[in-house]
């Protein structure tokens, strides 16, 4: 290998491998280790002295029979749950976004801008500032303690969001081709800080993400 080959290679090696290599670990750590601490057994988590990487005792299925059998846990009413409020949350924001995004972006009538405008502040109010509001009006109908509640309550921020998104959407649909290239750079340089801050606090994310879906 010649010394302008050598070189190229270590520079590649330093710049592109080395810091792949480094956020695949990253990024893939915490999910190899909630797969392997799944099939351990109870003393095996728990002994100070074993491997945490890897197994000191023989695999067991044994949490996963547990999850899933209705006499130890509501597992699968818990997923049923979730799917189900997810899939009418989605239909219902996404429907409404469609059609209060198109007509904010291609129907040009008075107001329009400012409505559009109006839509993007409600999306950055804070959540939890809409909470004893929507606990009052869902406790009034009488959905408290129900499924219909979440479906209720989460669209409230979800459409603000469907709908700002979407009404660019139907600004390309116009085909101007320079919209896609605006969209495409601000998309670029929206998401960088977010893949960022989500790689530093995969951890976090990873289990709270798990402990909605499971108790959801």
């Known amino acids: 290998m010649s010394a302008v080959r050598f070189r190229r290679f270590a520079k590649r090696l330093l710049w592109l491998y080395l810091p792949t290599l480094l956020f695949l670990v990253i990024v893939l750590l915490p999910f190899y280790w909630m797969t392997i601490t799944s099939f351990k057994q109870d003393r095996n988590i728990f002994d100070p002295k074993a491997n945490p990487f890897w197994f000191s005792m023989a695999p067991t299925l044994k949490h996963y029979i547990n999850l899933i059998n209705p006499d130890k846990t ?9 799917l189900m409020v997810a899939a009418l949350v989605t239909v219902i924001s996404v429907t409404i976004g469609i059609m209060a995004g198109y007509s904010l972006a291609r129907l040009r009538y008075k107001g329009a801008e400012t409505i559009g405008s109006s839509v993007f502040i409600t999306y950055l109010v804070p959540p939890s500032l809409l909470f004893l509001p929507l606990s009052h009006v869902i406790g009034q109908l009488g959905l408290m303690e129900t ?5 209720l309550s989460y669209p409230t921020f979800l459409v603000p969001f469907c709908t700002w998104l979407l009404m660019g959407v139907g600004e390309l649909i116009r085909g101007d081709v320079y919209h896609w290239g605006g969209l495409m750079a601000g998309a670029l340089l929206g998401s960088v800080p977010i893949a960022l801050v989500y790689v530093i606090f995969l951890d976090y994310y990873v289990s709270g993400l798990t402990a909605g879906a499971t108790k959801g």
């Open 74 to 82: 509501d597992f699968l009413i818990w997923i049923q749950n979730s």
């Open 147 to 151: 499924r219909w509640a979440m479906v």
